[in-house]
């Protein structure tokens, strides 16, 4: 059984940066394409990025464009977020999560409701 777990979240000012990590155990990560996804206060759940399994593509949200990199080390079995020139309204709770679909691009990746396997979230908060 797939597991995973996010690390990485904090406070940082505006303009700052932080990585996210999500590292998996029980299962291969190499196997899975992996989203974040993020929950701010009285939101709903929204897709950031996601990363496909065997072809790589990535796909990232309009508000995080050229701001976020979605990257994956396979012998690390962990999937990175790296968040440059974090704004405020970027607070939220960050999720990984993991399904066993294929992508090609077009946003698809960034669907929530296809993922099987979830991690419990790490807080990120952007304030001065």
């Known amino acids: 059984q797939l597991q995973l777990v996010e690390s990485g979240g904090g406070l940082v000012q505006p303009g700052g940066s932080l990585r996210l990590s999500c590292a998996a155990s029980?299962?291969?990560?190499?196997?899975?394409?992996i989203g974040w996804f993020r929950q701010a206060p009285g939101k709903e759940r929204e897709g950031v990025s996601c990363i496909s399994r065997t072809t790589g593509s990535t796909d990232y949200t309009d508000s995080v464009k050229g701001r976020f990199t979605i990257s994956r080390d396979n012998a690390k079995n962990t999937v990175y977020l790296q968040m440059n020139s974090l704004k405020p309204e970027d607070t939220a709770v960050y999720y990984c999560?993991?399904?066993?679909?294929?992508?090609?691009?077009?946003?698809?990746?960034?669907?929530?409701?296809?993922?099987?396997?979830w991690g419990q979230g790490t807080q990120v908060t952007v304030s001065s």
């Open positions: 029980g299962s291969t990560l190499a196997y899975y394409t």
């Open positions: 999560a993991a399904q066993a679909t294929t992508f090609y691009g077009g946003g698809l990746c960034l669907i929530q409701s296809r993922y099987n396997y």
